[in-house]
T-cell receptor, first 112, second 115 residues
Framework: QKEVEQNSGPLSVPEGAIASLNCTYSDRGSQSFFWYRQYSGKSPELIMSIYSNGDKEDGRFTAQLNKASQYVSLLIRDSQPSDSATYLCAGLGDTGRRALTFGSGTRLQVQP | DTGVSQNPRHKITKRGQNVTFRCDPISEHNRLYWYRQTLGQGPEFLTYFQNEAQLEKSRLLSDRFSAERPKGSFSTLEIQRTEQGDSAMYLC?????????????FGPGTRLTVL
């Protein structure tokens, strides 16, 4: 069983809509979570990090973390065709381990 | 450009040959990481350095793989006797190394194809 699970998609939303991307994790020791965006053939690009329960907003992006439910989400408001990419959720384990554990990613398609 | 850089960007080799990749981290970052990514999967951790010390290695890092970070600056990843299963994108990341939540920033990757 993978430690970080994501629906592979594709998730298709119309331009201007809200895209909701979800991630669950199994390691209760995970402290920090990161969302990366990856365009086809390119490397992951950091979008947001979140460490505490609740919401964190940055521009059109909102990350949500619920440690009790072991659930992380990313909301993209006013989705644009340029947001079409694979979104990777990653968790950082307990103190001492520095390796990020990634999910397989969710492919987002924003339809113009 | 002050981001993480990797060379070469693409490498095609024949099975059984040795290959070496280089990573230059963001200048003030003291942690450096290597990951491998295959099509349709997220990156998988290989190894991590804090300054020149290699502190963590994944079981994915077989004895054909070796990584170094002399003087705590750039790093090299060498794969000996390459196999077709080694074909992947090799990603390097670096982080500042402060606290337990420091953020990893990725380089452009080196795409390896083993024929």
């Amino acid at each position: 069983q993978k430690e970080v699970e994501q629906n592979s998609g594709p998730l298709s939303v119309p331009e201007g809509a809200i895209a909701s991307l979800n991630c669950t994790y199994s390691d209760r020791g995970s402290q920090s979570f990161f969302w990366y965006r990856q365009y086809s053939g390119k490397s992951p690009e950091l979008i947001m990090s979140i460490y505490s329960n609740g919401d964190k907003e940055d521009g059109r992006f909102t990350a949500q973390l619920n440690k009790a439910s072991q659930y992380v989400s990313l909301l993209i408001r006013d989705s644009q065709p340029s947001d079409s990419a694979t979104y990777l959720c990653a968790g950082l384990g307990d103190t001492g381990r520095r390796a990020l554990t990634f999910g397989s990613g969710t492919r987002l398609q924003v339809q113009p | 450009d002050t981001g993480v850089s990797q060379n070469p960007r693409h490498k095609i080799t024949k099975r059984g040959q040795n290959v070496t990749f280089r990573c230059d981290p963001i200048s003030e970052h003291n942690r450096l990481y290597w990951y491998r990514q295959t099509l349709g999967q997220g990156p998988e951790f290989l190894t991590y350095f804090q300054n020149e010390a290699q502190l963590e290695k994944s079981r994915l890092l077989s004895d054909r793989f070796s990584a170094e970070r002399p003087k705590g600056s750039f790093s090299t990843l060498e794969i000996q006797r390459t196999e077709q299963g080694d074909s992947a994108m090799y990603l390097c990341a670096s982080s500042l190394g402060s606290g337990t939540t420091d953020t990893q920033y990725f380089g452009p990757g080196t795409r390896l194809t083993v024929l």
